[in-house]
């Protein structure tokens, strides 16, 4: 092989990413197919059946995903309708009544969510936070771990091989909520996990414009339980959501490279403001999950946060922020930020801001951001 075919670079992946052969007047990304059925003459053969199954718009874009989440080893990609249809997919497929499950006591509030769920079916839910590695502590007879590193909100980052290498000792499958770092800034299962599952709908597609979810995993009869329950519940993605998805994927290296970059820019501008408090983001030096994300990240996300005097400070400086617009959601070619606690259900003080830089010159983005703090402080 040459260099080239033996290591294209993660934006060649990106561009290319599930992208036919090229054919003579074909496209060179082939348009969503809208089908509800297809035409199936006789006995029931694949590929494509009925729509609720299979739809050639989300094969391409499935392979494009396992080949950005596991380059170089088989894996099978599951898209959903949104990051929740992947992790409830997940869960409810591979756990059964009896079973304990460890969950992170600061991940994504709706994933956070399901424990009352689980629990009314029989499952023990575990709570521990993803900092310092505490889901350790929790792994006696699991029969599943849940990881979300970095963590959403609060940005802890905990070592995934470490807590794989403990939860498959300790008989438990290993999934990761891969939304926040995205396969181009870590790779799960090169880490140890059995699923990587994420949201779609936020750095992967990067436009703010759909919802989209997924799970990769290399074990066959692990993505045969989370297809079959697709199928059954029926989390499917729309084609044109899909086609969007792949569309953008060609520019993921791009964005994210460019979003890590700005996040660094603004994260150290924050630093330098006396009246805001735990600036966070993976890819600052000094920050507490410093160390363990340069060992397994690449990239370090759009996300930084930090904390506010109070609920009126945090309101004021959203107010009157001019470029970047206040919204939930992130990892979108557009600024955006929020109160994380105007939602309750996350373990933050009221000043606490979640922002996601976009693509924009960093420069405007520190500005903007500026101009509203010293507003802000009037
Ligand atoms: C947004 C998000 C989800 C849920 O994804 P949807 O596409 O909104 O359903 C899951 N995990 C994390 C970490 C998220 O940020």
Request: proline fraction near 7%.
């Amino acid at each position: 092989m040459t260099e080239y075919e033996s290591r294209p670079g993660d934006s060649t992946r990106s561009v290319h990413a599930g992208r036919p052969p090229a054919r003579a007047h074909e496209p060179a990304l082939p348009g969503p197919v809208f089908a509800a059925h297809f035409h199936l003459p006789g006995d029931v053969t694949g590929p494509y059946t009925y729509g609720r199954d299979e739809n050639p718009t989300w094969t391409r874009l499935e392979e494009a995903i396992s080949s950005l989440e596991s380059p170089g080893t088989p894996a099978e990609t599951l898209a959903f309708s949104s990051g929740m249809g992947a992790i409830s997919s997940v869960l409810f497929s591979q756990v059964r009544s009896g079973d304990t499950v460890v969950l992170p006591s600061d991940c994504y509030q709706a994933t956070r969510s399901l424990q009352g769920r689980l629990e009314d079916y029989g499952v023990s839910v575990r709570l521990a936070p993803t900092a310092g590695d505490a889901q350790l502590k929790a792994l006696e007879g699991a029969r599943l771990l849940w990881i979300e590193t970095p963590s959403n909100p609060g940005l802890d980052v905990c070592d995934i091989r470490r807590l794989a290498d403990a939860a498959h000792a300790a008989g438990a499958l290993v999934a990761v909520d891969n939304t926040l770092a995205t396969p181009l800034g870590q790779r799960p299962l090169d880490l140890g996990a059995d699923f990587s599952v994420a949201s779609g709908t936020k750095a992967l597609s990067g436009h703010g414009d759909l919802l989209l979810g997924y799970v990769t995993t290399r074990r066959p009869e692990l993505a045969a339980g989370v297809r079959m329950w697709r199928k059954t519940v029926g989390a499917i993605p729309g084609p044109m959501e899909a086609w969007l998805a792949h569309r953008s994927l060609s520019t993921l290296a791009l964005r994210v490279d460019r979003q890590a970059a700005n996040a660094l820019e603004l994260a150290a501008a924050l630093l330098r403001r006396p009246e805001v408090t735990d600036v966070r983001h993976p890819g600052l030096a000094d920050d507490p999950a410093h160390s363990v994300a340069t060992a397994q990240m690449t990239r370090f996300g759009s996300v930084v946060s930090f904390t506010l005097p109070d609920k009126e400070h945090a309101e004021r400086f959203l107010s009157e922020l001019l470029l970047t617009t206040e919204a939930t959601s992130f990892g979108s070619v557009t600024s955006t930020a929020e109160r994380r606690a105007r939602w309750g259900g996350d373990a933050v003080p009221e000043g606490f801001i979640r922002f996601s830089v976009g693509v924009e010159d960093a420069a405007d983005i520190v500005r903007d951001v500026t101009q509203a703090l010293d507003a802000a402080a009037r």
